[in-house]
């Protein structure tokens, strides 16, 4: 195993910057994972780290090793691709077997290690059968089983579960977090799916056009977004985002919306008189209220069994709430909600930046 370090790292194709001097410290043992969305730079960064695009500039260590310019061979990494990449005509035993065998290992040492893949990932009775004659998540077992066997410093994943239906998505997350638990390998994770990132990272890394937005945990992400970006990346369904002006007067802090309502602004928020601000608050720290809060017109309702969503409209702008409880509100019905403020954040309009006094 082995850490990363990322430092300064640049990349162009041709008069187009695509990575603007990233810096990221991955350390050894852990999952981390790139998320945001298409385009952003996640899989080019993930190459680069394997050693498949060249770095314009800056440096990548995987380790103590500069690995600028070793091949991606010699780099001691393994990656999963989105597409699995499995050889048609081997079979599973063969598809795990031969980067063992190309790099001239014997045939006991081949044969022990891909026994003990095949047992981590309950592959055992489908050693003999061919790519074509399993299902998706089986290949991708196969494809992460191909890995393992290497015993690599690290695992880099990209986009493993993009062609897979949801649910088994949801299992395949799972295994891979287990996976990571038991092998306890140093790994990356690229994916533009929020929900994958918040339940399998140790520490996820949110990208925007080439640039680092915020670097934490889930819930540090989730809890103290630094931008609206984040804010509104980070967490399903998305953030709430309401227009104002903020009030300051005294000791007194309120939000005024386009309606003329006031609000209170969520404590240590900063921001100064007058100044246009974004009101973010997430759909489930939403309650309904008898009077105050802030009028919402109903559109649709979304009962899903355990929650009900309920997209709402307040002065033409679109936002939304989920009630544990049961409710069955006719569309156009005006209803009144309060947010939670000690879970709610302020930002500034022009910069998207998160207000703290």
Known sequence: MASVTIQAVKKNFGDTAVLHG????????????????????????????????????????????????????????????????????MTVRQNMAFALELAKQDKATVDSKVARAAEILALGALLDRYPRQLSGGQRQRVAMGRAIVRDPQVFLFDEPLSNLDAKLRVAMRAEIKELHQRLKTTSIYVTHDQ????????????????????TGSPLDLYDLPANQFVAGFIGSPAMNFLPGTLRRSGSASHIQFADG???????????VDGQAVIFGTRPEHLTL??????????????????????????EGVDFSAVFRERHDFAPGTTIRLQPDLQRAHLFDAGSGQRLVA
């Open 22 to 89: 990233v810096d990221i410290d991955i350390p050894d043992g852990s999952f981390t994972v790139l998320v945001g969305p298409s385009g952003c730079g996640k899989s080019t960064l993930l190459r680069m780290i394997a050693g498949l695009e060249q770095i314009s500039s800056g440096e990548i260590r995987i380790g103590s090793k500069r690995v600028n310019d070793v091949l991606p061979k010699e780099r001691d990494i393994a990656m999963v691709f989105q597409n699995y990449a499995l050889y048609p005509h």
């Open 195 to 214: 929900i994958e990132a918040m339940t399998m990272g140790d520490k996820i890394v949110v990208m925007r056009d080439g640039r680092i937005e915020q």
């Open 261 to 271: 309502t006031l609000l209170d602004a969520p404590p240590q928020s900063g921001g």
């Open 289 to 314: 209220a008898d009077a105050g809060g802030i009028a919402a017109q109903v559109v649709v309702m979304e009962p899903t069994g355990m929650d009900t969503f309920v997209a709402c409209r307040h």
